[in-house]
């Protein structure tokens, strides 16, 4: 059974960075969800249009918030989060999801007391996850982070390989 | 108890009428057919975050109110919907929407930032309605009066309006009004203490209406929602603000010492008695005639000193018995005519058209939301929300971040599924 993984707007735009939204339909084992409040946050209009594309070419599928407890949830979070922030975390903690999430300090710390840390993953870890499904090669993810870098977003190790080997 | 989806059909229902919007104006605003709006009143079609954070902006509630234990049916607020003539205007209801949002979200920020706006901090004077004009007159100058002391302003210009209000913890936006309607002031828990002005008026009129709307916080805090519009300044309620508002700008003492230093303002005609202990001994005296005539000039300079309207400057000189009412014509002509402005332009006082005063706002409001984000009380995400709320445009908010040293993004550490 596939593992459900709803996707924050700061992932979307950390794979259109690199060109590997398609990474999203390619990783076996996992099937990854946007709610409508991410795909709004979408604001630049050619990244707006690469989501609509993957969208239709269901690398994800665009998923509502609508039950009770998930909507309670939602309206308490939004008031320190963001829209898309708060829909993604009231759907992991209500459904049992995990979150694809890069934002780091308050939105963080909410997803590691509600979830914990095993049901969180981040533009590096779903590049190492396809790493290890074989998807991507260990060049091919480096040189992602490099462009990531260009795009402000830097990690703290030098390449993938370092992971792999610890 | 969780409420169920029959429960939260039956509230956004109620609160819809409370808003006096139709099933059709919903379904054109949520961008859904009115028949699904009909099925999600009946709890049969479920209702989703997005469409019911769009509900609460729609009917000025906080999304939370909609799925908790207790439901306020209706509240004053809701009420203005309603109730007021320019309601019918969709222009005017957004602008109380935005209003009511924006004042949410500022009560919700200076929560988290632990800022004590408890409505029971701002300052009240108890006073009974006004029975007449003059009664009204009297009491909105007193109060005037009253609170000018109380702040230790003495008889100066009053300076920076916002600054004053937001110090007395009343907060204060700037939003785009329909002409008519010179501000509004809403107060409840949810959204404080809320004065609101027009952003399209002039800068001059901005600041009487700041006063005036201040008056309303003073006086008229159990009305709760109150909205300033021309059509309706014959009502006690309006006379005593724009009384507060002459009086609060341009105090007696302070105009009168203002036209000494022009030479102006002094009395035809002087008596006075000298007492020793041998007699009184009476001395009168008169100015020349003409001398003591206020000009076109002068108020421009009164105007500028005050930061009043010209207009607003002729009619206090008026209330002061300073001018005649065949004067007070004579200077709304010329003031009409354009010599005012052209004045102004001359003696290098000419600000007055400006308008503005909304980057002010927007000003306080992402400052505040930058310091919570920096406090790690909300997130960049979330002070992206907040920046489109006041209109600034997604890379001038990122850029924002950027200078603020608040937009890097480093993975310290890789989260990957366990496969």
Known sequence: ?166 | MPIDQGELARRIRQAREACGMTQEEVSERLGVSRPTVAQIELGNRAVSSLELDKLAYLFARDIREFLADEFAEDDVVHALFRSDREASEEGFKNALRDCIALGKELTNLEELMGMDRALSTVAAYLFPPSKSKWEAIQSGAQVAREERRRLGLGVAPVGDLVHLLEGQGVRTGMVALPDEVSGLTISNTRVGLFVVNNQSHSLERQRFSWCHEYAHVLLDRDAVGLISRTADRNSLVEVRANSFAANFLMPDEGVLQFLAGLGKGAPSRIHAEVFDEAGVLPVDSRTEPGTQDIQLYDVVQLAHYFEVSRLSAIYRLRNLRLISEAELEHLKTQEEQGDGQTVADLLGLSKSDATGHGPEFNRRFLGLALEALRRERITKSKFLDLARMVHTEATDARSLLERSGLAEEQADEVFAPAM
């Open chain 1, 1 to 166: 059974m596939n593992r459900v993984v709803v996707t924050d707007a700061n992932i979307l735009i950390n794979l259109i960075h690199i060109d590997r939204l398609a990474l999203l339909g390619q990783l076996t084992g996992f099937e990854f969800v946007v709610p409508p409040e991410v795909i709004q946050e979408i604001s630049a209009p050619q990244q707006a249009v690469t989501v609509a594309r993957a969208l239709s070419q269901g690398f994800f599928k665009e998923e509502a918030l609508v039950e009770i407890p998930a909507l309670s949830l939602y309206a308490e979070l939004v008031t320190t989060l963001g829209k898309g922030e708060a829909a993604c975390l009231s759907m992991a903690v209500t459904k049992g999801w995990m979150i694809a999430s890069d934002e780091g300090r308050k939105f963080r710390r909410e997803v590691l007391s509600k979830i914990g840390k095993d049901r969180l993953v981040n533009t590096p870890g779903l590049l190492l996850l396809a790493i290890r499904l074989g998807v991507l090669s260990i060049a091919e993810a480096d040189s992602a982070l490099a462009v990531l870098a260009s795009h402000r977003f830097k990690v703290k190790f030098k390449s993938f390989r370092d992971l792999l080997t610890n």
